[in-house]
C-alpha cells in the first residue's frame, strides 16, 4: 500500500536551516503531485508549499517564500524541503503528502506521512 515516510526533523537555531525528505513507496511516485504541510501547536494545519510532478511547477505560501525550497527526484522518488533562514514560527510538525491531481494548493491530498517535528529556537 502507499507510504510516505518523512525524515530530517530536528531543532535548529533560528536562522538555521534543516532539509526534510519524503519517501514513497507504493505509488507511482512520478504521476503525484506533492506537497508540504505543517501543523504548529494550537493552530489548523496549513500548506507550505507544493511541486509539481515534473517539477515544472512550485507552489509556496507567502511566509516561506524566499526561505523554502522544494524538489523531488522521481527516481528516487522523494520530495524535499530545504529550509533556509527559519523563523521560531516556522515550529511544527511537517507531513508530506501526495496528490492525484494537477493544482498543489488543495487540501484533498490522497495519501500523507506521519510527519516529524521541527523545532526552530530563538
Known amino acids: 500500500q502507499a507510504q510516505l515516510v518523512e525524515s530530517g526533523g530536528g531543532s535548529v537555531q533560528a536562522g538555521g536551516s534543516l532539509r526534510l525528505s519524503c519517501s514513497a513507496s507504493?505509488?507511482?511516485?512520478?504521476?503525484?503531485?506533492m506537497g508540504w504541510f505543517r501543523q504548529a501547536p494550537g493552530k489548523a494545519r496549513e500548506i507550505v508549499g507544493g511541486?509539481?510532478?515534473?517539477?515544472?511547477?512550485?507552489y509556496y505560501t507567502d511566509s516561506v517564500k524566499g526561505r523554502f525550497t522544494i524538489s523531488r527526484d522521481n527516481v528516487k522518488k522523494t520530495v524535499y524541503l530545504q529550509m533556509n533562514s527559519t523563523k521560531p514560527e516556522d515550529t511544527a510538525v511537517y507531513y508530506c503528502?501526495?496528490?492525484?491531481?494537477?493544482?498543489?494548493?488543495?487540501?484533498?491530498?490522497?495519501?500523507w506521512g506521519q510527519g516529524t517535528q521541527v523545532t526552530v529556537s530563538s
Open positions: 503528502a501526495a496528490r492525484l491531481g494537477t493544482y498543489i494548493n488543495r487540501d484533498d491530498y490522497n495519501y
Open positions: 507504493g505509488i507511482t511516485f512520478s504521476s503525484y503531485t
Open positions: 511541486i509539481s510532478t515534473s517539477s515544472g511547477t512550485t
